[in-house]
């Protein structure tokens, strides 16, 4: 059902007033849109949440988040806390009706995430996950380009992703969760979640892969203090495989890179290449996550030039291009386009499933040596 030409009314569960990724991205990309409003916060104490409420400008401040889904004047619930915490949380947000705009992952198993995928169908409710590289300007222009012909036909993708964080073996404490491979929050999860969504929509899905996860840091230590940390989730991803179409693709997606952590994602056809690339200050932060510069060349020498990006893939101009919540901004965008005409264009909980099977299936063939097809049962 569309919603009439209101401000959306928005409840953030996992404000904080001093830091998070709601503080860093959620709220400049809220306040960028003059659709939104941001009218409910919820974080664990009543004193934070009061907090919060001053920094977000938000009427209503809980530290029940259940009370939060269910307040009248909320609209939709964004839900930015850990990835164990996101099926009890959508889960009431459902029940109650509302609206769902939840971070990637979408839940720490993919069990869970089917499960949330039923009660949205139920719901009748709109349904977004955070998949924000998508809505990267220049990820919409390389896939536009690539449906144009610019490559010619696809023969084959790179994808090489460093990131910076845990770098010389020290984590921010919010991250030490993400070490622990039964949250559902490391580095195959959230960079490999991000990165290979974003090849996908670019050039359709894989159809099989062989992987290999390692961790090769097993302790690290938590930054500012004395204390380490036992290391289970993988912090290297190996990858080959082949999409639907037949184009072969090679990924490694490297944590906790020292220096020169970025991203480069390239796609080479029979008429030339494009390449996407990490730029400025939030270059280590993955593919999701600030500016990307985009390259093309169709030249036999292979030198590559910086493409335009047309203005209408830009669809916020209250924050900057580079910026953290830039690309969250965007999806939010999106978001209120399908609240108000009733469309569905932004990433659902179904297409979560698909992205949290294809890292089964990467789990999978690291597991046991063996070539999977993406969305097969285990053996």
Excluded at 36 to 58: C, H, L, M, N
Excluded at 168 to 174: E, I, N, Q
């Amino acid at each position: 059902m569309a919603m009439e030409a209101k401000k959306i009314r928005v409840g953030v569960i996992g404000a904080n007033a001093e830091r998070g990724w709601a503080l860093r991205a959620h709220l400049p990309a809220l306040r960028a849109l003059p659709d939104y409003e941001i009218t409910a916060v919820a974080t664990r104490s009543p004193d934070s949440a009061r907090a919060a409420a001053r920094v977000f400008g938000a009427a209503h401040a809980f530290a029940d988040a259940r009370q939060l889904a269910a307040h009248p004047e909320v609209d939709v619930v964004a839900v930015t806390v850990k990835v164990p915490a996101h099926a009890e949380l959508v889960g009431a947000a459902l029940a109650a009706g509302k609206h769902v705009y939840c971070e990637w992952p979408l839940a720490p198993t993919t069990e869970e995430a089917l499960a949330l995928a039923e009660l949205a169908r139920g719901a009748d409710v709109h349904h977004t996950l955070g998949l924000q590289a998508r809505y990267a300007p220049a990820v919409g222009r390389a896939r536009e380009l690539i449906a144009d012909g610019y490559v010619g036909r696809v023969t084959s993708a790179t994808v090489y992703s460093a990131l910076g964080m845990g770098a010389a073996g020290r984590v921010p404490a919010w991250a030490a969760y993400t070490l622990d491979r039964r949250n559902g929050a490391g580095l195959l999860e959230v960079a490999g979640g991000h990165t290979l969504d974003a090849l996908q929509y670019i050039l359709g899905d894989f159809g099989e892969l062989s992987a290999d996860l390692s961790v090769r840091t097993p302790v690290r230590t938590v930054a500012g203090t004395a204390a380490s940390v036992e290391v289970t989730s993988p912090d290297h991803l190996l990858l080959n495989g082949t999409l639907a179409d037949g184009a072969v693709v090679s990924a490694h997606i490297h944590g906790a890179k020292v220096s020169e952590a970025r991203t480069r994602l390239e796609i080479s056809g029979t008429r030339g290449d494009l390449a996407l690339v990490t730029v400025g200050p939030h270059s280590a932060a993955g593919i999701q996550i600030g500016e990307l510069r985009l390259l093309g060349s169709h030249t036999v020498d292979g030198a590559h030039r910086e493409l335009p990006v047309p203005r209408r893939h830009r669809r916020v101009d209250g924050i900057p291009l580079g910026a953290e919540g830039h690309n969250v901004a965007q999806t939010y965008a999106r978001l209120a386009s399908d609240l108000r005409t009733g469309a569905r264009t932004t990433p659902g909980f179904d297409e979560g499933v698909r992205l949290h099977r294809l890292l089964d299936a990467i789990r999978l063939s690291a597991g046991t040596g063996t070539r999977r097809t993406v969305g097969e049962a285990p053996a």
